[in-house]
Each structure stands twice: as C-alpha cells, then as structure tokens.
C-alpha cells in the first residue's frame, strides 16, 4: 500500500521556498510564519510516516529508455530513512522556531526563511532518495542552499568569502562522487539502491574497480561531512547566522555525508581496502580536529571543530563496517549538537553578537537556563556517563578496540581532548572570574521562543542514549563490549580531560597556552592558499608561452608569414614581360613531353 504523505513531508518546504520568493517576501514576518508552518507540516507527516511504519510511497516515471537507461522518480522508506526523516524534520522544526526569535529584525529576514525551507527540501531529497540521480541531484541543492544561507550577509566580505570556500571545496569531492556513480552504473548497469546491491556480484568480481569506486563515492561525504582534507570549509561556515550553523552542524548538510555511507553500504562494506582507508580518514579528522579546538577562541568555531571531530567519529564507525554504530552516534550527536550550537546563539545574540570566549564570564547568572542547558549538552558532547553521547561514542570506541587498537588509542585520545576543550569553554564562557565587557555584566536570559527550543533537545541529549528511546529510531550495534576496559578507558580519559582544563583556565583572563600549530589549524589553510596561487602562477606562465609562442608565433606570426613568402614567390612570376611568359611556357611544355616520355 503507497502514500502520499511522504512526498507531502517532502515537498511541503519546496512550496513554501516558492511562495516566500513570489508571495509573501516584502512581508518578513508573514514568510518567517509560511515557512515555520511547511516544517511543522513535514514532521508532522514524519510522525506519522515514523509510527505507521509507511512501507511505500507513489512513484513516478522519470527517465525511461528502456532496458538501458531507467531513472524514476521514487522514494525509499526503510527504517533508516524513516528515522532520519524523523530526525531532521524534528530538529529542523526547533531551528526554524528558535530563528522566529534570533533573526527578528534582520532585513533579510524573508530570504532567510525561503533559504531555511529550500534547505529542507533538499535534506528530505537526499534522505528519502531511492536512486543515485535523485541523491545527486539533491546532494547539489544542499551545496547551493548552504551557499546562500552561509553567505547571508553578504555584505561582510567574511561571510561571502566563506559561502564561496563551502561551494567550491564540495565541488572537489563532488566530482569524485559523480565518477564514483557512474563507475557503478557501468558495472552494473543499475542506478538504484536496490538494483546496484542485487547486482554487486559485477562489482566484487573487479576488486580493484570496486575500491576505486567505492572510495570514490566516498569522496562525497569527504566534501558534505568535511573530512580531511576537505574539512577546511566548515569553521568559516560559521559566518552565517547561527541557527544556519546548528542546521548545518546537526541535521542537515554534514550528516549528509554520513547517511550517504550507510545508505551506500552494500557498496563500501564490500571493499575492505576501502573500509581501511575511511577507517582512517575519520580518526585522522577526529584527532587533528580536536587539537585544533583546544586553541581557539571564537565560541562557534569551538564547537565547529568539535564537528569535525565528531564526524570523525562517525566516519570512523562506517569505516569500522559498523553504519549502525554511525548512525547512532549521528542520532544522538545531531541532538546534543543542535543544543549546543544554539545555546551558543543564544550567548552571542544578548552579548550582541559577541563570540570571544575571553570577553564573556559568569554568564551562569545573567542566563540560568542557557547554561543548564549548554551544561547537558557539554555532558552529552564529552560522553558523560548516563548522557546520549556516553553510550554512542562508547560503541564506537568499543567497535575500534575489537578491530584496530591503534585507531582506539587515538579515538580514546580524541575523547580526552573533547572533554578538555569543552570544559576550557565551559569554564572561561560561564565561570569565569568576571564579565569582561559591560554587555556581558547587564546581559540578561533570551526570549522564550529561543530557551524553549533548548529546552526541548536538552530532552534528547541526556537520555537518548538508553536502549529503550534509541531502539526506537534505529538498530544499535552489538553489546558485546570487550568486559569493562573500554568503558573504564573512555571515563578517565573523561577525568583527565575535565580535570585539567578546570585546572588550567580556572580564574584565567587570558588564554595560557599557546600553541601555533593548533590555533593556525596546521597551516592548512595556508598550504591551499599556495598552492592555489603556485597553480595559479603556473598556468599563467604556461598561458604566457602558449599565446607567445605557439598561438601568436606559430600560427599567427607563421600563417601570416607563410602567406607572405608564397605572394613573394608567386609575384616573380608575375613579371608583367611577354618573352618572360613565352620562356616559362616553353619549360613547361618541355617538362609535360619529359614526363610523358619518361615515365
């Protein structure tokens, strides 16, 4: 039995996009109204779809020639997709709420909401997406849409330039994934999900194609979950207004990727090469991520580099052939995330739009409700035991202790530098010796459709982690933990990690360590940067030689000269003198008799 309601939950955001841009723009709160009701249309329909266990949807014809070519349009409704549209639908809807209060005098206010619903609508797309077409296609529409919102104010040359770093850099891993799609559809001759996994015999036949492949699409999800080396885009997307920073950081784009590998899973877990080299990307972005954390100021950029991290984590799991394991920890981070990324808007909008840590201090008495629940999703963030985050990083660690004891120890060093870069935020943001700025010292709670939000994921991030709330949105992985060394391993690196930032930054004014390696972010950026003007200067010089010497010395300068030299050579013969011709005719008609004679 199909229903409709799926493609209402997904199509429900694109209208509303549509009426905002054509209708209702010049009235910006009326667009903010439009815009919160399509997302609260679509998780409606998500709870609905979530509870009934809707099996099918109606599907369409799209594309069809045929035996060789066949794309329709349908959507995919299995567990997974169910729970992520559940997921995304639920905290897009508090995102979208929490704007109502923090973008309410912004000029842009209407552009921002069809911004916010197109987003959506592209989201719902890729996770209700049953075929590599429609994935892409909608893989796309998240980079245009994160273009647009990440460089809302446009106007700061900051955030135009970071909006433009976010587009460009998916393009890189995009590409990949486009090669990766259409070396499957080569070997199989199949687009869809289902009729890739009934064909992979075609692939595992090839290993080398399959890995190639396999790493390929992967590159995907190195570009939307910004995984080393293409992590560079998200801590600048932290220009854009911070309830696009929690949409993107929780629900939205960067779990994209992720999803993307556990949806593609009969592909990836079939190469092992591959799962090795993810394995270690992911803990490769986990660790460097969270050593850049310890050392920067900006409060979004804390918690940007904590995404990192925990997409690390994450890639790490899909790695580890575990999607379970991935999208539990998804699950439960996309909460705790989304808390945390708006307990930080809900800082920088009454310290009006303040985000060093270092000109904050004892904000738990001027914004009681914002700290408790920044202080749950701390908790959750460094795996504290009882929260959300404790039992989901712990499979994870769990999963690398059983199959790879150095990408554990890493992990488990990671877990240590994430309770220490919180609590050293924790501590200089909320009890810190005193306010360092008169807005901080009169600053005061936000407006209740900005706490209430808050309020409402706190729920999640301190108890989605118990079996019987996470079994009902997805499979969690096996129990079976190696006895009690991983728990006991992962709780001290807890305890070092709180236990010495408390000590370092507690009463501190100023930051006490300094490291450039970290606060520069390995010089990463810089490295692109030379080698995008080395490249640039190179074709440039290679551009010089090929217009000198080749388009305008040998084919300009040489056609030109060519053309001279046989109008030099035909203007001896045209010599305007009789007896001149009459000689030339007679050689000529000695040479034809020659010729004819001899040969």
Not at 35 to 53: D, H, K, N, Q, W
Not at 185 to 196: D, H, K, N, P, Q
Not at 250 to 264: D, E, F, H, Q, S
Not at 508 to 535: G, K, M, Q, V
Request: with cysteine; proline share 4%.
């Amino acid at each position: 039995m199909t229903s409709s309601l799926p493609w209402i939950a997904l199509l429900l955001p694109l209208a509303s996009a549509i009426v905002i841009l054509t209708i209702t723009r010049p009235l910006r709160s009326v667009s903010a109204l439009v815009s919160v009701a399509a997302v609260v249309g679509s998780f409606l329909c998500a709870v609905v779809i979530f509870y009934r266990e809707t099996s099918a949807a109606a599907s369409f014809s799209w594309i069809d020639l045929g035996p060789f070519f066949q794309v329709p349009l349908a959507l995919t409704l299995d567990p997974l997709s169910r729970s992520m549209l559940f997921m995304v639908t639920g905290i897009g809807m508090l995102i979208h709420l929490y704007s109502l209060g923090y973008m309410r005098d912004d000029e842009g206010k209407s552009r921002y909401f069809a911004g916010l619903s197109l987003f959506m609508f592209a989201m719902l797309g890729i996770v209700l997406a049953n075929n590599f077409v429609m994935m892409f296609i909608f893989w796309e529409l998240v980079g245009v849409s994160s273009y647009l919102l990440i460089g809302h104010w446009f106007e700061r040359p900051a955030a135009a330039d970071a909006a433009k770093k976010a587009f460009i850099t998916n393009r890189i891993g995009d590409f990949g994934f486009m090669l990766g799609i259409l070396m499957v559809w080569v070997a199989t001759g199949s687009l869809g999900f289902v009729g890739i996994a009934a064909k992979m015999g075609s692939l595992t036949n090839h290993p080398g194609y399959l890995t190639a492949a396999a790493l390929l699409v992967f590159c995907g999800a190195v570009g939307k979950s910004a995984q080393f080396p293409l992590h560079v885009w998200l801590p600048d997307a932290m220009e854009g207004p911070t309830p696009v920073s929690a949409l993107i950081h929780a629900a939205t784009m960067v779990a994209a990727g992720v999803y993307m590998l556990v949806r593609t899973g009969f592909l990836i877990d079939a190469s092992p090469d591959a799962l090795h080299v993810i394995a270690w990307i992911g803990t490769i972005t986990a660790l460097l991520a969270a050593l850049m954390a310890t050392q920067q100021d900006d409060i979004k950029r804390v918690l940007a580099y904590s995404t990192l991290s925990q997409l690390g984590y994450m890639v790490m799991a899909v790695g580890l052939a575990s999607g379970e394991a991935a999208m539990f920890h998804l699950f439960t981070h996309a909460a705790f995330k989304a808390l945390l990324f708006l307990g930080s808007g809900s800082i920088i909008y009454m310290l009006h739009h303040e985000q060093n840590i270092w000109r904050m201090g004892q904000l738990w008495k001027r914004l009681p409700l914002t700290c408790l629940t920044f202080l749950i999703g701390t908790l959750a963030l460094i795996g504290f035991p009882g929260s959300s985050g404790f039992f989901s990083k712990d499979a994870i660690l769990a999963l690398a202790y059983e199959k790879n004891h150095t990408i554990f120890a890493l992990g488990a060093f990671t877990a240590l530098l994430t309770a220490f870069y919180m609590t050293r935020l924790v501590v200089v943001v909320f009890f810190g010796n005193k306010p360092r700025t008169q807005i901080a010292a009169r600053s005061g709670e936000s407006p209740a459709i900005m706490v209430v939000p808050l309020l409402v994921l706190s729920i999640p991030a301190a108890f989605g982690g118990f079996g019987f709330f996470a079994r009902r949105f997805l499979t969690l992985p096996n129990e079976s933990h190696p006895g009690a060394i991983v728990p006991l391993i992962a709780l001290a690196a807890l305890v070092i990690g709180v236990g010495s930032a408390a000590l370092i930054y507690r009463n501190r004014e100023s930051e006490p360590i300094h490291l450039a390696l970290f606060r520069e972010r390995f010089y990463l950026d810089e490295f692109y940067s030379f080698l995008i003007a080395a490249t640039q200067g190179l074709l440039a010089s290679c551009s010089a030689f090929i217009d000198r010497w080749i388009l305008d010395g040998a084919i300009v300068r040489g056609l030109s000269g060519g053309t001279w030299s046989a109008g030099f050579v035909l203007r001896l013969l045209q010599v305007g003198n009789l007896q001149a011709y009459g000689f030339l005719f007679g050689l000529g008609v000695i040479g034809l008799i020659y010729f004819a004679i001899f040969h």
